[in-house]
């Protein structure tokens, strides 16, 4: 049996389900103190046995607003006190809904032999009018998911929470706690081509038991990353610069402090991708004074000329005559001599 939480990267890292058990359940009772303070206004006793980490990140999350949706000819706005909440979904190896008492423990899922995936879905409401269903996961940030809408785990959720239901059709979301924004996705119909494609991925994803460690870009929403040893980091000797800067430097020790640079390039990007992968995961960093915070955000793409289509226009060759040059400047770099030819 798979999570359906871990769908997602265990498509692609066949490693990350077997190491992170111990993290959905925490999740899911992160998710359960949340839905209880979101109910009630206080926070229940349980909230004490999370770690510190856990509840500074839930304390300032946001309580769901109701869910809207203006598209294709729907209007939708599903309120939070309506939504079946923490409901445990269950897909067969031939993709028919299975029935789970919520109560079972993962070790009691595990022995369950029919069982492909299950998982805990947030927040979901039917809309009998349409024929659908809508499903809504609270993450720490939108970013916590490369997909987002998309990702495999909520078209698991979609699925599983259609067939239980008996509709056709389903509409995946995320609310970004952190934020206070509700996101969605696509309207996706169960019973068409189309979404056997879905459902190959799905399959792939609960088969996938590779021995290997797979990075890439999936490792960040991957919640091994911060222990994954594929990705430990080599500190080195963080004293190894002092000639430079006490006039002991020889041209054998600039060669050198050139070749260690290179490493803390690479250094400084590894610690750069681990904090964006943190804050895609946990959502943003904030400043002590509580002010500002560092996060992601959506800019459009770079506009640039279509250098083809001015040409055409032009009914010109060549746009080389209206080029601008900037002045020379310095670029140091490692260059063969000619006598090394
Ligand atoms: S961090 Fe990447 S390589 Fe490591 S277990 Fe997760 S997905 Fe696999």
Redesign the pocket.
């Known amino acids: 049996m798979r999570r359906m939480s871990s769908l997602p990267?265990l498509e692609?890292?066949g490693?990350?389900d077997t190491?992170g058990v111990g993290v959905d359940t925490s999740n899911a009772f992160r998710s359960t103190c949340f839905h209880s303070y979101c109910e009630n206004g206080v926070w229940p006793e349980a909230t004490k046995k999370l770690s510190e980490q856990d509840l500074t990140e839930i304390r300032r999350w946001k309580k769901p607003t109701p869910f809207i949706y203006k598209k294709n000819g729907m209007f939708l706005e599903l309120e939070y006190s309506a939504a079946d909440k923490e409901q445990i979904l269950g897909l067969t190896s031939d993709f028919t809904f299975l029935s789970l008492d919520s109560k079972l423990t993962q070790e009691q899922l595990q022995a369950i032999p029919e069982l492909m995936t299950a998982g805990h879905l947030d927040m979901a409401w039917e809309v009998p009018q349409f024929d659908l269903v809508v499903i809504s996961d609270i993450k720490s940030s939108i970013f916590a998911v490369k997909d987002k809408c998309e990702s495999l785990q909520l078209h698991a959720y979609g699925l599983a929470y259609a067939l239980m239901k008996g509709r056709s059709k389903y509409i995946t979301g995320i609310w970004d706690a952190s934020e206070g924004k509700h996101y969605y996705g696509n309207v996706t119909e169960v019973n068409t081509f189309d979404f056997e494609a879905i459902k190959e991925r799905i399959r792939t994803a609960c088969n996938n038991n590779s021995d290997n460690?797979?990075?890439g870009t999936?490792?960040g929403s991957?919640w091994?990353?911060d222990s994954?040893p594929?990705?430990l980091v080599d500190l080195g000797n963080e004293n190894r610069f002092s000639k430079l800067f006490n006039g002991e430097a020889t041209e054998a020790d600039i060669r050198q402090a050139l070749v260690d640079v290179k490493g803390l390039g690479e250094l400084a990007n590894k610690v750069t991708e681990f904090c964006r992968d943190w804050a895609n995961r946990h959502g943003p960093v904030r400043s002590e004074d509580g002010r500002k915070q560092w996060s992601a955000a959506l800019r459009s793409g770079r506009k640039s000329l279509d250098t083809d289509r001015i040409m055409l226009d032009l009914g010109v060759e060549s746009l080389d005559k209206y080029m601008k040059e900037g002045d020379e400047y310095k670029v140091f770099d490692w260059r063969l001599l000619k006598e090394n030819k």
Request: glycine share 0%; charged share 25%.
């Open positions: 990267v692609y890292c490693r990350s190491l460690y797979t990075k999936h490792c991957c091994k990353r994954c594929a990705h």
